[in-house]
């Protein structure tokens, strides 16, 4: 049997995985992410998924951005420890592997393509809407990365080039109408005040989004947006008016990419996504409206069916289709 270790790395949860050709797990761990000494973390990890498998081929790695695939190095936003961390040359010291990486969202798209809701799809646009938004691109079947492992950032494509300014400097990025905590930021700038008496943990939404990885807004005391799709189901005005506002941002990007490099298919994850048609019916409104050539009207958005699994199932997808090389 063959099967190569596909490694998930987020700022919360790092995961491990012997997968073999079919996309099966043979054996898998998660462990959190610690502040400090990640690295070691890491090899615990490795060491326990591996101690029992079968040997792995190849290791595929999906991380946290920003990545640089040029020099193999990490930066995570919420990893302050790892700055320019040399992760593709440690984990392959450490396996003595042929090791593979690339960004997390881009293993997400590749794991959606491969096994979830973008399989068969000539080519595909997978968006993470979270904290921020990420993307990555599988164009005829094969993850484009970009010289350093870039492509794919869709949550920095403009909108409005009169917009907001963003945090990554530009103006008018899909960011800025559509993560979980700006969504959240203009509800309550707008009058929007959680509905009393509902403890988080009581909804559907609620439990789907306390997954690992995929938290709206993991800090401080301000509501999240949790609460805010909570509240847009139960027709809270100012909340639906938040997610037609962010799905609108949405489907302009997505009408954009589409238009550009001809997706067939976008695949929808990340914490806002759980909150289900509460974002995916204004999104399929706003892209009717938004669309016009027929290729860009045909493209067909589906809610992430891999969840929280799909950047592992990339990671592995990547390590198989390159055979260990990232030469390019
Ligand atoms: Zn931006």
Redesign the pocket.
């Known amino acids: 049997m063959t099967c190569v270790l596909a490694i998930d790395i987020g700022g919360t949860k790092l995961a491990a995985a012997l997968v073999d050709e079919a996309g099966s797990v043979l054996c898998s761990a998660t462990r959190p992410t610690p502040r400090t000494d990640v690295m070691s973390a890491l090899a615990a990890l490795i060491e326990e998924v591996t101690a029992n498998g079968p040997p792995a081929l190849a290791v595929g790695i999906g991380c946290a951005g920003p990545v640089d695939l040029a020099t193999g190095t990490v930066s995570p936003v919420n990893m302050p420890s790892w700055r320019g961390f040399p992760l593709r040359e440690e984990v392959q010291k450490l396996t003595g592997l042929p090791t593979v990486l690339a960004g997390d969202a881009q293993c997400f798209a590749l794991g959606e393509h491969w096994l979830g809701a973008g399989r068969g799809s000539a080519s595909l646009l997978g968006v993470v809407v979270s904290t921020g938004i990420g993307g990555g691109l599988v164009i005829d079947g094969a993850p484009l990365l970009g010289p350093t492992g870039n492509a794919g950032h869709v ?2 494509m403009s909108i409005d080039p009169y917009g907001e300014r ?5 103006r008018g ?1 899909v ?2 109408y559509s993560s979980g905590p700006n969504m959240v930021r203009w509800a309550l700038d707008n009058g929007w005040s959680p509905a009393a008496g509902q403890e988080a943990g009581s909804t559907r939404h609620a439990a789907e989004l306390a997954a690992p990885d995929v938290t709206m807004l993991s800090t401080g005391e301000q509501p999240d947006g949790r609460a805010l799709a909570r509240d847009a189901a139960a027709g809270d005005p100012v909340a639906v008016a938040a997610f037609e506002r962010g799905a609108r941002a949405l489907a302009g990007m997505i009408a954009s990419v589409a238009a550009a490099a001809e997706v067939t298919t976008v695949v929808v994850g990340g914490g806002v996504s759980a909150a289900g048609e509460v974002l995916f019916e204004p999104l399929e409104r706003a892209l009717d409206d938004v669309a016009g050539l027929p290729f860009v009207r045909a493209v067909q958005v589906r809610q992430s069916t891999l969840g929280v699994r799909a950047s592992l199932a990339g990671a592995a997808k990547l390590a198989y289709d390159s055979g260990g090389s990232q030469a390019r």
């Open positions: 949550g920095h963003c945090e990554c400097g530009g990025c960011e800025r």
